[in-house]
């Protein structure tokens, strides 16, 4: 599938080189780039874009701010040289968060998860089946069991909604209140507005959320202590 991206970014060589890594991608079309993210929102919000490469700190509208104002948002990579952006990305559902200065590999990486994503959600369907241990759900045209037992983490993501299992991803048109409610809450919490983790499979508590499968969760600010103590329970050893 060919994905249409566009670039915002207001240091003038970051926007060159983001512009010669598309060239070297097969399936990415470039429709422009931007030094001022404002004369970019006519092309977002008129559907023609898939992919955003988006900066953080801009003069007149950062980028959070851009993609706060846009009422359908495209999949999103955000390309920055600061890190304390991540956990609102999240929650703006930025699909992967690149540190400059990076490598070729490091973006083919980011364009390859973006491009999953929109080829799984053009092939989503809707609907769960449900059994003791599993569930069906429709993805790419077919209903795939997917088994409890399997799941690492769900993820919200714009009408969608991602399962993320220990062998690969389902992107399905489902709410997420609708898995939330599905989800045995002895095994499964909701630990963020877009994520809801496996209990069992959460392998570290940091500071600014979970690891789970190397994969970082972030932590709603108020829900942390009842997050940590489901998590934990009476196992963490003292001296």
């Known amino acids: 599938m060919t994905v249409r991206c566009l670039v915002i970014d207001d240091e003038p060589l970051a926007r060159q080189g983001v512009m010669d890594f598309i060239k070297e991608v097969p399936f990415l079309r470039s ?44 999949v999103t990579i955000v390309i920055t040289a600061h890190t304390e952006h991540a956990l609102e990305s999240y929650e703006l559902e930025v699909i992967d968060y690149i540190l400059k200065p990076f490598p070729f ?12 994503f929109l080829a799984l959600r053009t092939n989503a369907g809707e609907g769960v089946l449900r059994n003791e241990d599993h569930f069906f759900v429709k993805s790419e045209g077919s209903y795939v069991k997917v088994r409890y037992a399997d799941i690492l983490f769900v993820q ?9 299992t220990v062998e690969r991803q389902h992107i399905c048109h489902l709410t997420f209140g609708g898995i939330e ?3 045995p809450s002895d095994r499964f919490m909701k630990v963020h507005k877009s994520y809801m983790v496996s ?5 570290v508590i940091e500071a600014d959320g979970l690891r789970v499968a190397g994969t970082l969760i972030p932590i709603s600010r108020g829900n942390r202590e009842d997050v940590v ?9 003292r001296r």
């Open 181 to 183: 409610e599905h989800l």
């Open 199 to 203: 209990l069992s499979k959460v392998d």
């Open 156 to 164: 919200a993501m714009q009408n969608y909604v991602i399962i993320r």
């Open 229 to 237: 103590a489901r998590i934990m329970g009476d196992r963490l050893l």
């Open 31 to 74: 429709q422009g780039a931007f030094a001022d993210p404002t004369e970019a929102i006519p092309l977002l919000t008129s559907g023609s874009v898939d992919l955003l490469f988006l900066d953080m700190r801009m003069p007149r509208l950062n980028g959070l701010d851009l993609l706060r104002s846009l009422p359908v948002k495209p």
């Open 105 to 116: 590999e490091r973006f083919l990486k980011g364009v390859n998860k973006a491009r999953e």
